[in-house]
């Protein structure tokens, strides 16, 4: 059975008084998402779950699904008559030479390179002044390009060999591929069914891993929640690699990551049961019968190694600091009860890296960087001057490098990559990058809003310069609000499309998030989730009452738990937005857990078993589960992919079908599924591409733009 929507969009003036094109209404025909009855119960309450069915990724019922969901989503947007010029606008726009910072590795500087469109980066290396040649190149992994790189080189210590993870269509599983430096031959057996690992060496022997037992079921959905750290040796077969902890009843963990330290003397191992708090433990290599030592029993706080010199460890830890700081600690006594500060708390959040035989602490003022250097005494040197405000990231090789490199960006800044000179702190622009934008046009603002409960919550608004703060400004507020992970400044080509068009791009620093500390971050979390949510809801009302746009013009964006944020929002205010665009997101709170590695996420959420008060909390704001009949929901464009083994898709499935089973009035309620696709690392440049003119196309028009707001800009790709 099928049912129709009809599309109208009230006339718009935006830019001039020149009467608009004749608005032609687009007919939606969407198939009717079958319902079954399935029930559960959660202390004693009974929920109806009519669209479980399309949590089996692997039925030919939710391929066919996933087919005709796409065919009505691309029918739709095949009718937008300015798609193809945001996409042609993409591809010039993209369309430059990006080459990152080189590093040094033996005998090779290498170098990462994309000409401008090609689907993945190249790894290059060059000797001396020699030229420079193709090392890898992930575009030759397939003929689509959703084959990626699933992270860096990891050099064995004489760097005659190197291993490096590929990810297959998105997927957070991944194969390790070991290959001759010198020959670029791949000289041992891929490594198969890894998920969530570094690549540590033991000198040039083997190197640990970390993966899950292969789940029964479908990979891509079934839970995974035991973690192990395993050794590979050089020239042996994997199955006989043994396990180095998380084997026994007592090492049943989540998250188990080991890294050797440079000189090779100790293995360090941080566990959790969450995406918060860690384990530590520790075992000396100098010895092979060495027991792994206990640092830290308990998962209250986070806490990681960052440096040793010979027994004595640099430690980074929020362990009575909220916002981190770096402690001493002999390795032959390394317990709590024997850390001596080294780098104490600020008010500011701490990250750190080390390089040229300093340590340089990366602060978070408000979102936005500043870097101190210090020298192994722990004697500040000088704060470094960066090129402005923004996000500067880096600061890190080899304790025998003379230079170091480190990148910085904003909102209206590209990135561009600086040299740095530790001894006496200058910086010099290394390479600053060919794209045809103009920051000068624009601007971007940081300011403090007020949220439901007072708090004071920073945003950063970013635009082009001389726009009217008439109400009638198209406007993107984007935010994440969760995991202890900030939203600090950075570029975005996709973004400058948007605002060439005359639009806002609006970021908001929600609770929840990592740029005020543990404190911030604990506040928008399990039974104070809500606190994210009005955060993003104040947001939105600000950008109203100062007439930076209005409700017609609003859209809201978010990808994983921005997705949910995304979802609770445009449920909880149906009126407040125009779109909304949730994106790879937890929509389902009362069975995320049950997918994957979801389980680790009960940290920040809780779960529907933890108690009827939970239970209770979590349904309250479930986007899947708060779905009503009769209300009148803002265009809306789901997207996922359907190898998305982080947030499984049917998150995403299931709060479409809810949709459109439920929507009144004429807004759409579309899902568009990427193929071959995951969570959203090393997706393609032409899927990316694709996906943004889709996007925000999507956006635009059902803001009621039948052309584009700035069609100047796009005059060259017309017809």
Not at 23 to 47: A, G
Not at 472 to 480: A, C, E, Q, S, V
Not at 570 to 594: E, F, I, N, W
């Amino acid at each position: 059975m099928k049912h129709l929507l009809k599309i109208s969009f009230l006339a718009i003036l935006f830019f001039s008084c020149e009467k608009e094109p004749e608005k032609k209404p687009i007919t939606v025909t969407y198939t009717e998402t079958q319902q079954k009855e399935v029930v559960d119960t959660y202390f004693e309450t009974e929920v109806k779950d009519p669209y479980r069915w399309l949590e089996d990724d692997r039925s030919k019922e939710t391929e066919a699904w996933v087919k005709d969901q796409n065919k009505t989503t691309f029918d739709y947007l095949d009718k937008i008559p300015f798609r193809e010029a945001l996409k042609k606008r993409y591809e010039k726009l993209f369309n430059y030479e990006k080459i990152s910072a080189p590093f040094i590795r033996g005998e090779y500087t290498y170098f990462y390179k994309n000409n401008g469109l090609q689907n993945q980066y190249v790894i290059y290396r060059q000797k001396g002044d020699g030229e420079p040649e193709v090392f890898l190149d992930p575009n030759k992994f397939s003929e689509d390009g959703t084959i990626s790189m699933g992270g860096g080189l990891s050099f064995s210590d004489d760097k005659k060999t190197v291993a490096y993870a590929i990810s297959e269509g998105g997927s957070d599983w991944r194969k390790i591929v070991i290959m001759d430096v010198a020959s670029k031959e791949v000289i041992e057996d891929t490594l198969v069914d890894i998920k969530f690992s570094g690549i540590s060496w033991k000198k040039n022997d083997g190197f640990y891993y970390s993966s899950y037992d292969k789940p029964k079921g479908s990979e891509l959905s079934a839970k995974t929640d035991r973690h192990k750290l395993y050794y590979h040796k050089l020239g042996t077969s994997q199955k006989n690699d043994p396990v180095i902890f998380g084997d026994t009843e007592g090492e049943k963990y989540r998250y188990v990551y080991g890294g050797v330290t440079k000189d090779g003397k100790y293995l360090f191992i941080s566990a959790a049961i969450s995406t918060s708090g860690n384990k530590m433990f520790m075992k000396d290599l100098s010895k092979p019968n060495n027991k792994i030592v206990t640092i830290l029993d308990n998962t209250d706080t986070d806490s990681n190694i960052i440096e040793n010199v010979g027994s004595k460890l640099y430690i980074m830890t929020n362990m009575n600091a909220p916002n981190r700081k770096v402690i001493t600690v002999d390795a032959s006594n390394p317990s709590p009860e024997n850390w001596v500060d080294f780098i104490p708390e600020t008010e500011n959040v701490l990250s750190i890296s080390k390089g040229a035989g300093y340590f340089y602490t990366k602060y978070m003022v408000d979102a936005v960087s500043k870097v101190l250097q210090y020298d192994y005494d722990g004697n500040l040197v000088r704060e470094v001057t960066l090129p402005g405000v923004g996000s500067a990231s880096g600061f890190s090789g080899e304790k025998e490098d003379e230079i170091l490199y480190y990148s910085f960006s904003n909102y209206k800044t590209p990135g561009t990559t600086y040299t740095y000179n530790p001894k006496d702190g200058t910086s010099n622009v290394y390479r600053k990058p060919g794209i045809d934008f103009n920051p000068d046009e624009y601007e971007s603002n940081q300011i403090f809003y007020t949220s439901k409960d007072g708090t004071k919550v920073p945003m950063i608004i970013t635009h082009k310069k001389g726009i009217k703060m008439n109400g009638k400004n198209p406007t993107i507020l984007y935010g994440y609000g969760g995991f202890n992970i900030p939203l600090t400044p950075s570029f975005s080509v996709a973004n400058v499309i948007w605002m060439e068009q005359g639009g806002i791009y609006a970021v908001a620093n929600l609770r929840g998030g990592g740029e005020y500390g543990k404190e911030w971050h604990d506040a928008g979390t399990k039974m104070q989730k809500q606190n994210v949510f009005d955060d993003f809801i104040a947001a939105a009302e600000y950008l109203i009452a100062e007439k930076y746009t209005s409700s017609d013009f609003l859209a809201i964006r978010g990808g994983s738990n921005g997705g949910l944020l995304v979802g609770a929002t445009m449920t909880q205010r149906p009126d407040l937005m125009k779109v909304a665009l949730p994106a790879v997101g937890v929509l389902d709170m009362l069975r995320y857990h049950k997918f994957t590695a979801g389980a680790g996420w009960a940290y920040d959420y809780g779960t529907a078993d933890d108690s009827k008060e939970m239970f209770e909390y979590l349904k309250g704001y479930s986007p899947v589960h708060n779905v009503k009949k009769g209300v009148a929901y803002p265009a809306t464009m789901v997207t996922t992919g359907d190898h998305d083994d982080r947030v499984v898709p049917a998150h995403s499935f299931k709060f479409a079908a809810e949709l459109q089973a439920k929507q009144a009035g004429n807004n759409p309620t579309l899902i568009r599924i990427e193929t071959d696709a995951g969570h959203g690392a090393g997706t393609p440049i032409s899927k990316t591409i694709e996906q943004y003119a889709d996007i925000y196309g999507f956006t635009l028009f059902n803001m009621g733009f039948t052309e584009l707001p700035n069609k100047a800009v796009l005059e060259e790709f017309k017809n």
